[in-house]
């Protein structure tokens, strides 16, 4: 018994990283579910309610990351503060960045050393969103 374990060791050794690896897709699945439920916001369709618009933004570009070249850099600057809420239809917002940053994508796909800024920043009265690229148009 002892040297039939012997001999299946090695194997077993390879099954490690294949473990390591279905457990990285796992997490990485996890994440995706979790982004795309909250960029769909099926539980507040139709209704106004208090909306992150930095993870809004975090979401969006998470779910276009696997359509993203490998020629355009992403800069996220966050705001000062943990997050940037407004009151608003969450659901019409994500629409409208995944537009704009879908556009800005197409804009830079033949520019080398392309970059996207999105940018989030509060001040007393107003939040603001800056998304800028180096594409043509």
Not at 38 to 58: G, N, Y
Not at 101 to 128: F, I, S
């Amino acid at each position: 018994l002892i040297q039939h374990m012997a001999q299946q060791q090695p194997a077993l050794e390879g099954i490690k990283p294949l473990l390591s690896l279905s457990s990285q897709a796992c997490e990485r699945m996890k994440q995706t579910v979790k982004n795309l439920k909250s960029f769909a916001r099926l539980d507040h369709a139709e209704e106004k309610t208090e909306v992150d618009i930095w993870q809004s933004l975090v979401d969006t570009l998470s779910i276009l990351n696997g359509s993203i070249p490998s020629n355009i850099a992403v800069v996220r600057e966050a705001p000062a503060e943990a997050s940037a809420k407004v009151c608003g239809y969450g659901g019409l917002l994500n629409i409208i960045w995944m537009n704009l940053l879908v556009n800005a994508l197409h804009a830079m796909a033949e520019v080398p050393d392309a970059r996207l800024t999105v940018k989030c920043w509060q001040d007393a009265q107003n939040t603001w969103v800056q998304v800028q690229d180096t594409g043509y148009g």
